[in-house]
Protein backbone atom coordinates (compact mmCIF):
# COMPACT_ATOMS: atom_id res chain seq x y z
CA UNK A 1 0.00 0.00 0.00
CA UNK A 2 1.20 3.59 -0.46
CA UNK A 3 3.11 5.27 2.09
CA UNK A 4 4.29 8.39 2.74
CA UNK A 5 6.57 9.28 5.71
CA UNK A 6 7.54 12.41 6.34
CA UNK A 7 10.87 13.54 9.10
CA UNK A 8 12.87 16.14 9.54
CA UNK A 9 10.56 18.86 10.95
CA UNK A 10 11.67 20.09 14.65
CA UNK A 11 12.18 23.64 16.51
CA UNK A 12 14.49 26.08 14.34
CA UNK A 13 15.22 29.23 15.27
CA UNK A 14 13.86 32.76 13.02
CA UNK A 15 16.16 33.01 9.96
CA UNK A 16 17.17 29.48 10.20
CA UNK A 17 17.21 26.56 7.86
CA UNK A 18 15.41 22.83 7.59
CA UNK A 19 15.45 19.80 5.49
CA UNK A 20 12.37 17.92 5.30
CA UNK A 21 12.35 14.68 3.58
CA UNK A 22 9.46 12.36 2.48
CA UNK A 23 10.24 8.51 2.24
CA UNK A 24 7.89 7.23 -0.36
CA UNK A 25 7.09 3.18 -1.13
CA UNK A 26 3.60 1.24 -2.78
CA UNK A 27 3.91 2.93 -5.40
CA UNK A 28 6.08 3.56 -8.49
CA UNK A 29 7.64 7.03 -7.13
CA UNK A 30 9.10 8.38 -10.10
CA UNK A 31 6.18 8.32 -12.19
CA UNK A 32 4.36 10.79 -9.98
CA UNK A 33 4.51 14.38 -9.22
CA UNK A 34 4.45 15.61 -5.72
CA UNK A 35 3.57 18.12 -3.47
CA UNK A 36 4.01 19.18 0.19
CA UNK A 37 1.23 20.96 1.89
CA UNK A 38 1.35 22.69 5.59
CA UNK A 39 -1.07 23.25 8.01
CA UNK A 40 -0.67 26.14 10.85
CA UNK A 41 -1.73 25.37 14.02
CA UNK A 42 -5.56 25.63 14.50
CA UNK A 43 -6.04 26.53 10.77
CA UNK A 44 -6.55 25.35 7.38
CA UNK A 45 -4.43 23.59 4.49
CA UNK A 46 -1.78 26.05 2.06
CA UNK A 47 -0.49 24.05 -0.93
CA UNK A 48 3.39 24.90 -0.51
CA UNK A 49 5.12 23.67 -3.57
CA UNK A 50 5.24 21.26 -6.67
CA UNK A 51 7.48 19.13 -8.34
CA UNK A 52 6.68 16.88 -11.63
CA UNK A 53 7.72 12.94 -11.48
CA UNK A 54 10.75 13.81 -13.16
CA UNK A 55 12.01 17.05 -11.17
CA UNK A 56 12.08 19.23 -14.29
CA UNK A 57 9.47 21.58 -13.08
CA UNK A 58 8.65 23.18 -9.67
CA UNK A 59 5.92 25.57 -8.68
CA UNK A 60 5.64 27.52 -5.34
CA UNK A 61 3.34 29.55 -3.58
CA UNK A 62 4.37 33.28 -2.86
CA UNK A 63 4.70 32.83 0.72
CA UNK A 64 7.80 30.56 0.23
CA UNK A 65 8.67 31.53 -3.32
CA UNK A 66 12.71 32.17 -3.21
CA UNK A 67 12.82 30.66 0.36
CA UNK A 68 11.97 27.11 0.02
CA UNK A 69 13.14 24.32 -2.56
CA UNK A 70 11.39 21.36 -3.56
CA UNK A 71 13.61 18.23 -4.89
CA UNK A 72 13.22 14.81 -5.15
CA UNK A 73 15.69 12.17 -5.61
CA UNK A 74 13.95 9.28 -7.43
CA UNK A 75 16.70 6.94 -7.22
CA UNK A 76 15.51 6.97 -2.98
CA UNK A 77 11.91 7.44 -3.58
CA UNK A 78 12.45 10.36 -1.49
CA UNK A 79 10.94 13.86 -1.75
CA UNK A 80 12.50 16.69 0.23
CA UNK A 81 11.86 20.53 1.06
CA UNK A 82 15.06 22.78 1.78
CA UNK A 83 13.78 25.56 4.09
CA UNK A 84 15.79 28.67 4.61
CA UNK A 85 14.92 32.67 6.38
CA UNK A 86 12.50 30.82 8.08
CA UNK A 87 9.73 32.99 10.13
CA UNK A 88 6.98 32.75 12.29
CA UNK A 89 4.52 32.39 10.13
CA UNK A 90 6.08 29.19 8.39
CA UNK A 91 5.01 27.25 11.42
CA UNK A 92 3.46 24.19 10.88
CA UNK A 93 2.26 20.61 10.14
CA UNK A 94 4.40 20.12 6.78
CA UNK A 95 2.60 17.20 4.49
CA UNK A 96 3.78 15.27 1.35
CA UNK A 97 1.24 14.64 -0.68
CA UNK A 98 1.21 12.05 -3.86
CA UNK A 99 -0.34 13.93 -7.24
CA UNK A 100 -2.95 11.49 -8.20
CA UNK A 101 -1.55 11.82 -11.81
CA UNK A 102 1.19 14.53 -12.92
CA UNK A 103 -0.19 18.02 -12.62
CA UNK A 104 -4.01 19.05 -12.98
CA UNK A 105 -4.89 16.31 -10.46
CA UNK A 106 -6.03 15.95 -6.56
CA UNK A 107 -3.87 14.46 -3.67
CA UNK A 108 -4.70 11.00 -3.37
CA UNK A 109 -2.36 10.38 -0.58
CA UNK A 110 -0.68 11.88 2.46
CA UNK A 111 1.66 11.73 5.02
CA UNK A 112 1.44 12.23 8.46
CA UNK A 113 3.06 15.02 8.24
CA UNK A 114 5.88 16.51 10.43
CA UNK A 115 5.47 19.19 12.87
CA UNK A 116 7.96 22.62 12.40
CA UNK A 117 8.14 25.24 14.67
CA UNK A 118 10.20 28.55 14.35
CA UNK A 119 10.91 30.53 17.39
CA UNK A 120 13.71 31.98 19.36
CA UNK B 1 -5.70 32.97 -7.94
CA UNK B 2 -8.88 31.66 -7.23
CA UNK B 3 -10.29 32.19 -3.69
CA UNK B 4 -12.58 29.44 -2.36
CA UNK B 5 -15.06 29.95 0.33
CA UNK B 6 -16.90 27.49 2.25
CA UNK B 7 -20.10 28.05 3.75
CA UNK B 8 -21.10 26.96 6.31
CA UNK B 9 -17.82 27.60 8.99
CA UNK B 10 -19.51 25.30 11.33
CA UNK B 11 -22.21 23.10 11.07
CA UNK B 12 -24.10 20.90 13.66
CA UNK B 13 -26.17 17.67 12.74
CA UNK B 14 -27.03 14.68 14.06
CA UNK B 15 -26.25 11.32 12.79
CA UNK B 16 -28.36 9.70 10.16
CA UNK B 17 -29.41 13.43 8.98
CA UNK B 18 -27.97 14.75 5.74
CA UNK B 19 -25.22 17.25 5.14
CA UNK B 20 -24.80 19.98 2.48
CA UNK B 21 -21.71 21.60 2.28
CA UNK B 22 -20.94 24.68 0.14
CA UNK B 23 -17.60 25.11 -1.65
CA UNK B 24 -17.88 28.86 -4.14
CA UNK B 25 -14.88 29.52 -6.51
CA UNK B 26 -14.00 33.43 -7.25
CA UNK B 27 -13.40 32.92 -10.67
CA UNK B 28 -14.71 29.51 -13.01
CA UNK B 29 -12.29 26.74 -12.07
CA UNK B 30 -11.59 24.81 -14.82
CA UNK B 31 -12.62 21.51 -15.79
CA UNK B 32 -14.32 20.91 -12.57
CA UNK B 33 -11.22 20.16 -11.24
CA UNK B 34 -12.29 20.49 -7.79
CA UNK B 35 -11.47 17.68 -5.04
CA UNK B 36 -12.96 17.50 -1.38
CA UNK B 37 -11.35 16.37 1.39
CA UNK B 38 -11.97 15.22 4.85
CA UNK B 39 -9.78 15.69 8.10
CA UNK B 40 -10.14 14.47 11.39
CA UNK B 41 -8.02 15.91 14.55
CA UNK B 42 -4.57 14.64 14.30
CA UNK B 43 -4.74 13.05 11.19
CA UNK B 44 -3.67 14.05 7.58
CA UNK B 45 -6.18 14.82 5.04
CA UNK B 46 -8.14 12.46 2.86
CA UNK B 47 -9.66 12.42 -0.68
CA UNK B 48 -13.14 12.05 -0.91
CA UNK B 49 -14.53 13.22 -4.13
CA UNK B 50 -12.17 14.24 -7.43
CA UNK B 51 -13.54 16.05 -10.67
CA UNK B 52 -16.92 17.79 -8.82
CA UNK B 53 -18.26 14.50 -8.63
CA UNK B 54 -16.42 11.39 -8.57
CA UNK B 55 -15.39 9.48 -5.55
CA UNK B 56 -11.67 8.44 -4.49
CA UNK B 57 -11.37 4.80 -4.04
CA UNK B 58 -12.71 3.33 -0.91
CA UNK B 59 -15.30 6.18 -0.34
CA UNK B 60 -18.77 5.33 0.62
CA UNK B 61 -21.58 6.15 -1.89
CA UNK B 62 -22.85 8.08 0.93
CA UNK B 63 -20.82 11.26 -0.02
CA UNK B 64 -21.50 12.62 -3.08
CA UNK B 65 -20.12 15.93 -4.72
CA UNK B 66 -21.84 18.52 -7.49
CA UNK B 67 -21.87 21.77 -9.29
CA UNK B 68 -19.58 23.09 -11.75
CA UNK B 69 -18.14 26.96 -12.73
CA UNK B 70 -18.10 28.71 -9.79
CA UNK B 71 -20.47 26.69 -7.44
CA UNK B 72 -20.00 23.12 -5.99
CA UNK B 73 -21.57 20.96 -3.17
CA UNK B 74 -20.28 18.04 -0.95
CA UNK B 75 -23.39 16.24 0.45
CA UNK B 76 -23.16 13.62 2.53
CA UNK B 77 -26.84 11.37 2.48
CA UNK B 78 -26.95 9.88 5.88
CA UNK B 79 -24.02 10.93 8.36
CA UNK B 80 -22.67 8.29 10.21
CA UNK B 81 -20.60 9.12 13.38
CA UNK B 82 -17.37 8.70 11.87
CA UNK B 83 -18.16 11.62 9.19
CA UNK B 84 -18.13 14.64 11.74
CA UNK B 85 -14.48 15.89 10.67
CA UNK B 86 -13.27 19.24 9.16
CA UNK B 87 -14.05 19.35 5.35
CA UNK B 88 -12.20 21.17 2.55
CA UNK B 89 -12.24 21.66 -0.69
CA UNK B 90 -9.60 22.56 -3.20
CA UNK B 91 -9.05 23.38 -7.06
CA UNK B 92 -6.30 22.17 -8.78
CA UNK B 93 -7.06 22.94 -11.83
CA UNK B 94 -4.49 26.74 -11.56
CA UNK B 95 -1.50 27.57 -10.04
CA UNK B 96 -1.37 28.35 -7.11
CA UNK B 97 -3.59 24.79 -6.01
CA UNK B 98 -6.11 26.64 -3.44
CA UNK B 99 -8.04 24.95 -0.38
CA UNK B 100 -11.44 26.62 1.39
CA UNK B 101 -10.82 27.45 4.76
CA UNK B 102 -13.24 24.61 5.40
CA UNK B 103 -16.22 23.33 7.19
CA UNK B 104 -16.31 21.83 10.67
CA UNK B 105 -19.05 19.11 10.67
CA UNK B 106 -20.04 18.43 13.99
CA UNK B 107 -22.38 16.34 16.58
CA UNK B 108 -25.58 18.40 17.22
Known amino acids: QVQLVESGGGVVQPGGSLRLSCAAS????????MHWVRQAPGKGLEWVAF????????YYADSVQGRFTISRDNSKNTLYLQMNSLRAEDTAVYYC?????????????WGQGTLVTVSS | EIVLSQSPGTLSLSPGERATLSCRASQSVSSSYLAWYQQKPGQAPRLLIY???SRATGIPDRFSGSGSGTDFTLTISRLEPEDFAVYYCQQYGSSPRTFGQGTKLEIK
Open chain 1, 26 to 33: GFTFNTYA
Open chain 1, 51 to 58: IRYDGTNE
Open chain 2, 51 to 53: GAS
Open chain 1, 97 to 109: AKDRYNGDAPFDY
